[in-house]
């Protein structure tokens, strides 16, 4: 593509000669499990979003399934979320026996509805899972209201928002637990898969660690039956690297979104709003429009990347047939409207300019 979704190498050659230079060190330490690099990017990545505790793992859904090991969700257990996002949201609900409750999104940020969590809480709800979805901040006042009301534990889905804040405190840092992803297109990528999970709890962290680490607190001692999730010592150079760019990633990121929306605001497409209160770092410039199909068509004859995230929301995939059935009137059209265009940092004015002129051609 002429305009791709995002531009890692770019990223890449402005960071070459630090990353090569810190990797040929990490190499040269050979220390890869648990090493230096693992323990720095964990002190300074809990600095960073102001949480006691930051725990990394092997990805982002490897975050929310320990997360919720950590909490104690099990077998019986019914856990409130979207069932606008990615499947590992929904997936590590089901890996840890528990079932999930889908409920409806707000028309505007496409964020859960925290009217709609209420509707669904039974004697058997123990959680809520909010998404940041493509980087905006759900309402966590009104869930953590909703959450202290209920005893309900939070766990924030922060895979597409690292940086973000709503009002002072950093996503993340609200819930009980945050569940963020490295995953290479995210703000906050690395070159691989990899994962952190935050809190404020001593208790949850020093389970999120016996966990990720075959259950083991001490050298072949195993107290419980854990996983094999730890984040590579490499993989944690390239992130402490970028850790010291995100907020000028985020920013930029902004700049792009804003250009977006000022270049399309006399068309049919709906743009992203951008709250005053909270601040959205666009992981996906995402729009809703008519005709979808024939503007992506368009757009690729341009040879201008796109996306639709996410085509068929979770309650209809076939993954989940047997999770309560509900209809989500708000997901479901959003799903037929929604289409995410380019944006990534080093986007410049032109290549944001010829995008926007490829879609008015088609709208």
Known sequence: MQIPMVDLKGQYESLKAEIDSAMLQALGETRFILGPNVQAFEQESAEYLGVKHAVTCASGTDALHLALRAAGIGPGDEVITTAFTFIATAEAIRYVGATPVFVDIQSDSLNIDPGKIKAAITEKTTAIIPVHIFGQPADMDEIMAIARAHDLKVIEDCAQS???????????????????????????????????????????????????????????????????????????????????????????????????NELLKDSPITTPAI???????????????????????????????????????????????????????????????CVSFPIFPEMTEEQIKTVCTAILEAV
Do not use: W
């Not at 996306?307 to 799903?335: G, I, W």
């Open 162 to 260: 690292f940086g973000s804040r709503y009002h002072q405190n950093m996503t993340g840092s609200i819930g009980a637990l945050g569940a963020f992803s490295f995953f290479p297109s995210k703000n906050l990528g690395c070159y691989g898969d990899g994962g952190l999970v935050t809190t404020n709890s001593d208790e949850f962290a020093q389970e999120l660690k016996i966990y990720r680490n075959h259950g083991s607190s001490k050298q072949y001692h195993h107290d419980v039956i854990g996983y094999n999730s730890r984040l590579d010592e490499l993989q944690a150079v390239i992130l402490r690297i970028k850790l010291k760019h995100i907020d000028d990633y985020n920013q930029n990121r902004l700049r792009v979104a804003q250009t977006y």
């Open 275 to 337: 709250p005053q209160d909270r601040d959205h770092v666009f992981h996906q410039y995402t729009v809703l429009v008519d005709h979808r199909d024939s503007i992506k068509d368009h757009v690729i004859s341009k040879q201008i990347a796109s996306a639709v995230y996410y085509p068929v929301p979770l309650h209809q995939q076939q993954a989940f047939r047997d999770a309560p059935q509900v209809s989500l009137p708000v997901t479901e059209a959003v799903s037929r409207r």
